[in-house]
């Protein structure tokens, strides 16, 4: 999107990249259909769900989600809007959307320089990059965009290149981690419930015994632990808290939020009442999943055996307890392999946020995960990559004249 407005605003353009070809990690986003953005045209809610957000708010205003949808649309992509305001490209094709950025930088005749390694930059002596140094060749710029990405897939070549780069010319990089990854967790029983998913549930997080954060969403159960919108979003909190203390997390997971507990014991008292005579077994299926409920009978230690009739309001209150407040013990989450993102990066202080512009280098640029900014699942961080670049490509475009 940097290239993409700079040649727009009459610049020409070069699009340096290492790999043999671009948009890699945007075909994996939204599971290959590639959550574009978030329908919310409010920069302010917007900005606030994000880490350091504030510094996004000139780049939302001058490049918001609708106009994402319109761009998209405008290039034949045409995107529709799914639960909780995730927006799609109507063909649930990630391809698409590579396919339509592609062919908007070939119109605005944008170079491509593939398989190209970057070895060096060169300030001169205002401290501007006066020349960049290829495996292969020497690029001597006016205004430079520096738009790598952080280190989350690194397959993708993400390598973290980028920060090396930014420090190197004097920036501060936060230390980079990885976020909206999957969670690990020490029960071996969740084993047992891989590829269950679980809407609405809520987790309550505990560190050192002290209650730090509660979220709600779907979760998916995992041969690990947990994924899904729920654990991804967790995420960025609990690595937080990780770096903060080596004091253990602990989880409470909520399988009925909604309910209170003595609602979920009337319900519960209900089912067992209209199925007096079957066994425990064989009751619940109106309130949980199969797996689900195969799971909480087991895990209660009742005898499955047991009639309804026969339960005891004792024995109905552990069923209650127990998916009200299971107890699940934190282990760790996984690395930049599975992130999709990064938090962390080059520092919002040493950027202007009016035009993404160095502070400490004149004609340099960022845009995108480089930057220590980062928002939840469902179309956040891609609409800051739009957003970010849009106004970094704009301003150096400008700042050529």
Request: hydrophobic share 40%.
């Amino acid at each position: 999107m940097a290239a993409i407005r700079a040649a727009q605003k009459g610049a020409r353009v070069a699009l340096v990249d290492k790999k043999e070809e671009p948009g890699k990690k945007l075909l994996m986003a939204g599971n290959g259909r590639c959550n574009l953005t978030q329908d919310q045209d409010n920069v302010v809610e917007l900005s606030n769900l994000y880490k350091n957000g504030r510094f996004l708010l000139s780049a939302f205003n001058a490049f918001r989600p609708g106009s994402v949808q319109e761009f998209f649309a405008g290039n034949g992509v045409p995107t529709k809007v799914e639960k909780n305001g995730r927006v799609f490209p109507l063909s649930d094709r990630a391809e698409d959307v590579l396919g339509a950025l592609t062919n908007v930088l070939k119109e605005n005749n944008i170079t491509f320089l593939y398989k190209s390694h970057i070895v060096d930059f060169s300030l001169d002596g205002e401290n501007k990059i006066s020349k960049i140094k290829l495996k292969k060749r020497e690029l001597f710029p006016k205004n430079v965009i520096i738009a790598v990405g952080g280190k989350s897939y690194p397959a993708t070549g993400s390598m973290g290149d980028g920060y090396q780069w930014a420090a190197k010319m004097g920036h501060k990089i936060i230390e980079p981690m990885p976020v909206l990854v999957p969670i690990k967790i020490k029960e071996d029983w969740v084993g047992e419930l891989q590829g269950v998913s679980a809407g609405s549930v809520s987790i309550t997080v505990y560190q050192g015994g002290k209650k730090k954060f509660s979220n709600e969403g779907d979760l998916m159960f995992t041969h690990y632990g947990f994924s899904g919108p729920l654990a991804l979003n967790m995420s960025r909190n609990i690595a937080k808290l990780v770096s903060q203390s080596d004091d253990d997390i602990k989880f409470i997971l909520d399988l009925k939020p909604y309910l209170n507990f003595e609602q979920l014991d009337e319900i519960i008292l209900t089912d067992f009442e209209r199925n007096a005579d079957k066994k425990l077994s064989n009751c619940l299926h109106d309130v949980f999943s199969p797996k689900l409920l195969d799971f909480v009978l087991r895990y209660s230690g009742l005898d499955m055996e047991k009639h309804a009739a026969k339960i005891s309001r004792k024995e109905r209150h552990i069923l209650v307890n127990l998916v009200k407040n299971l107890s699940i013990t934190f282990d760790s989450l996984f690395g930049f392999e599975m992130a999709m993102v990064t938090s962390g990066g080059v520092s919002t202080r040493e950027i202007d946020s009016r035009t993404m512009g160095s502070k400490i280098v004149p004609n340099l640029y960022f845009a995108g995960e480089i930057i220590d900014v980062d928002g939840p699942t469902g179309g956040y961080n891609l609409q800051m990559c739009w957003s970010t670049g849009y106004l970094a490509g704009e301003s150096a475009a400008k700042n050529l004249k």
